[in-house]
Each structure stands twice: as structure tokens, then as C-alpha cells.
């Protein structure tokens, strides 16, 4: 089978492999669509820190069954997503129900070879039913699903004010959640590029770009309260340790966003809010099956999200291509072909 293989940074290229076979338990899934995200540009580029070349990339996943086990409901050619969270099941944050947190989670693409190739084996766990979905709506499953993590974790009411710092794939998943959740959203970016983008397609009215004014600026949408809950998507520590001023009193913090290094906020601040601090992370079976719903409701302008596309033997021409013109990406999606 084809491949796309990162055998060292700012190298791309594609390979003949062996096609897996499907283990005891496991699922074999044709490959037909991979969103690339900021995890493969900084795979590409040489910034992630737990990764080990060479690597096959790709963790935004859709397909076709193309063999389950004997007593599986799966059936050969159903569309189907991929949660590449593979968790051991037995360590403490598995038997809390926190999968997404597991001490020795493996995440394809990242910790194990990826989804950038024609043929897959999975654990069956790991396979999402995505009936009545498109292939490229399942190949957003996935970063889709952390903003719905996000969202759930701060539990927003109707009405709430929320700010997102970021407004790139991650943070407008977590604005459309917000949004689905009743909340008013203001948009924040550096890049006004991607924030007319958010205003023009997805219907956010609230944005602002960020400068050295921010916090008056943002202080004067409510009545200088700031907000209720504010996400920082971004994965940037400058930005992350900033946003505690644009938290209101009682108000929540959620980093969905990772950065390198050590995090520092001021304590009286924190203190003086009587702020909670959250962290977000990955995505649980219950997020995927809420974004499926919304998709299958038409609450997700899905085909606003989508700004690339192109096959993926192209992917080693186009990635770098992508990073260059990152103020206009904001999902990219790789087209493997069907099965001959």
C-alpha cells in the first residue's frame, strides 16, 4: 500500500508499504480522507515533543470498513471515523471514565504510525459509526470534538459571555460548541485574515484582533466584567498567561490549547476572581457522538470549514504549502482514492 512517511523534519515523501492485517479484535479500515492540522505541520517542521522519526502522520481520519471482526455490527463499506486516542483501559484516568487522559495513551500519528496511508488496523473501539455523514464531514470528527470537550468541560449556560483566544481549527470548533450551547461568543485573533473568515462564513459577529489594547477593548463589550468563560486556543504560553485578565469575577479558565513550559499567572488575580482553572485535553466517545449529532442536525456549516482539498499523493508537494498560508487554512483535507 501507499503511504506518506515523515522520515525526518522538513521531509515528506511517499512509500510502498506492507498492508497491515487485521489483528484479533481489530478493525481494517480503507483510509479515504486525512485532515492535517497544526500537530502534523509541527511534526513537518520539528517542534513535537514526543514524537520519534520516522512517522506516518495523520490523526484526523475517515474510511470504509473494509473487514471487522465475525460478530462485529460494523459491515464492509460503511463510513466510519477513527478516535486515535488509543487508551490502555486499566490505568487511573481510564477507570475514572478519562480515557482522553490515559497515563499511557497512544495517539496515531504522533506515538504509533498514522492514517496517511491506504489500509489501517484499529482496535474496534477505536472506530466511530459515521452513517449519514459525508467522508469529509468525518474526517472533522475529531478536532471537532476537542472544541465539544472544551465546551463540556467548562459547562457553559445559556447566555454566558465567552471569549476564544485562537481562532484557528481548534478554536472555532470550541465557538461553534459554545454557540450551540446558547452562550455569546467574541472571537479573538492576531490574524484578521481568519477572523473576517469567522464573521463572513461562520457567523461570528463578535471578533476582535489582538494588540497591545486587547484587555480595554475587550473590557468594553461588558461593561468592563469581562467574561464568564474564556478559552485560550492558541498554544501560546505569552497568550496563556495573559488570559486570566479577560476572566471575569467567579469566572472559568479553560487552556485547550499546549504549549512548552512553565505557565505562570499572577495569584492575587487568580485568587481575587476566585477563578476556576481548567485544563482540556483530547476528546471522549460522548464528544464524537455529540458532533455527529450536530452534523447529522445541520447545526455545523461543515462546508464553510473546509477551505483545502487535494489528493493525497499530493500531500508532501502541499503540506509545506499550507504552513506558508496558514492565515488561510483553516481545514485541509487529504483525498485518498476508493478502493480499486
Known amino acids: 500500500m501507499k503511504a506518506v512517511i515523515c522520515p525526518e523534519p522538513y521531509s515528506l515523501m511517499i512509500v510502498e508499504r506492507p498492508a497491515p492485517q487485521r489483528g484479533e479484535g481489530e478493525v481494517l479500515v480503507r483510509i479515504r480522507r486525512v485532515g492535517l492540522c497544526g500537530t502534523d505541520y509541527h511534526i513537518f517542521e520539528g517542534r513535537h515533543p514526543y514524537l520519534i522519526y520516522p512517522r506516518i502522520m495523520g490523526h484526523e481520519l475517515a474510511g470504509e470498513v473494509e473487514a471487522a471482526p465475525a460478530r462485529s455490527a460494523l459491515r464492509r463499506g460503511q463510513i466510519v471515523a477513527i478516535n486515535p486516542y488509543l487508551a ?66 467548562a459547562g457553559l449556560k445559556a447566555r454566558d459571555r465567552v471569549l476564544v483566544v485562537g481562532a484557528g481549527p481548534i478554536g472555532i470548533g470550541v465557538a461553534l460548541f459554545a454557540r450551540l450551547e446558547g452562550a455569546k461568543v467574541t472571537l479573538v485573533d492576531t490574524r484578521p485574515i481568519r477572523l473576517a473568515y469567522a464573521r463572513k462564513r461562520l457567523g461570528f459577529k463578535d471578533t476582535i484582533e489582538a494588540g497591545p489594547d486587547l484587555a480595554p477593548l475587550l473590557a468594553e463589550h461588558n461593561d468592563g466584567e469581562m467574561f464568564d468563560a474564556v478559552f485560550d486556543a492558541t498554544g501560546s504560553i505569552t497568550a496563556m498567561g495573559q488570559s486570566l485578565a479577560f476572566v471575569s469575577h467567579g469566572g472559568t ?55 483545502h482539498s487535494f489528493a493525497a499523493e499530493d500531500i508532501p508537494e502541499r503540506l509545506p504549502g499550507l504552513i506558508a498560508d496558514a492565515d488561510h487554512v483553516l481545514k485541509a483535507i487529504a483525498i485518498f482514492p476508493a478502493a480499486r
Open 88 to 153: 490502555c483501559g486499566t490505568c487511573i484516568a481510564c477507570r475514572k471514565g478519562k480515557a482522553n487522559a490515559c497515563v499511557k495513551i497512544r495517539v496515531l500519528g504522533v506515538h504509533a504510525d498514522g492514517g496517511m496511508c491506504e489500509l489501517l488496523a484499529v482496535p474496534e473501539r477505536a472506530v466511530v459509526d459515521a452513517t449519514g455523514l459525508s467522508l469529509d464531514q468525518a474526517a472533522m470528527l475529531e478536532f471537532l470534538a476537542i472544541g465539544a470537550h472544551a465546551v463540556a468541560r
Open 253 to 307: 479558565l479553560i487552556f485547550v490549547g499546549v504549549a512548552l513550559g512553565n505557565l505562570v499567572l499572577a495569584d492575587p488575580e487568580f485568587h481575587k476572581r476566585e477563578t476556576t482553572l481548567l485544563a482540556s485535553r483530547n476528546a471522549l466517545p460522548a464528544d464524537f457522538a455529540r458532533v455527529i449529532a450536530a452534523m447529522r442536525a445541520g447545526k455545523i456549516p461543515t462546508d464553510a470549514l473546509l477551505t
